[in-house]
Every structure is written in C-alpha cells, then in structure tokens.
C-alpha cells in the first residue's frame, strides 16, 4: 500500500501563485507514472499534468504554460508549480502515482487539496 499526501492549496488571488507538493509513503523512483488532477464542484475530474518514470511531462490545453509538473526522488514527492493563477483553476487538487510496469500496476490517490482562486 502506498500513502500519497498532498499540501500546499489554499486561497490566492487571481494572477497568483501557489505550488502543491505531493509527498509518496514509497520510493517515487519506482512509480511508472505520476499525475495531478482537479475537480471543481458540480464538474468531473480531469486530468491536469502528468510526469513520467523518464520524466516526460503532459499537460491539459487549459493549463499550458502556466503549470509545471516535477519530481524530486530524493525526497519522494511530486510537485505542480501554478503560476498565473486563474478563478477557473478552483478546485480540489489530487496527485494520483501508478506503481509496477506498464503492463502490471496499481493506482494510488491522494485525499486532495482545496485551491482557491478569487477573482
């Protein structure tokens, strides 16, 4: 079982920055994949960033350019720099990490941290 424990959300203005940390009960060297995702209230989760075991990056249209996705395996957390915060970046944040190979894995989620964006 892996434990993955978000922090860093809270409220900021429009134009803001904040910077969400995403720390892992395991080794992050050994996950296949990360990713962080939102959900706003009334919406479905979607998808927002994603990091690969090889460090290759993904990001939704919505955040391009404003948000980086990173990882630190020394200290085994996942990172989602947002700049240029917007009110439609309100949500509750989740870090997920898929752990094994590409064929066999398991998906862990973390409990979700609010952002808040006032215009």
């Known amino acids: 079982q892996v434990q993955l424990v978000e922090s860093g959300g809270g409220l900021v203005q429009a134009g803001g920055s904040l910077r969400l940390s995403c720390a892992a009960s395991?080794?992050?060297?050994?996950?296949?994949?990360n990713g962080w995702y939102r959900q706003a209230p009334g919406k479905q989760r979607e998808l927002v960033a994603t990091?690969?075991?090889?460090?290759?990056?993904n990001y939704a249209d919505s955040v391009k350019g404003r948000f980086t996705i990173s990882r630190d395996n020394a200290k085994n957390t996942v990172y989602l720099q947002m700049n240029s915060l917007k009110p439609e970046d309100t949500a509750v944040y989740y870090c997920?990490?898929?752990?094994?190979?590409?064929?066999?894995?398991?998906?862990?989620w973390g409990q979700g941290t609010q952002v808040t964006v006032s215009s």
């Open positions: 395991r080794s992050t060297s050994s996950i296949l994949r």
């Open positions: 997920n990490a898929d752990y094994g190979s590409s064929i066999v894995f398991s998906t862990y």
């Open positions: 990091i690969s075991s090889g460090g290759s990056t």
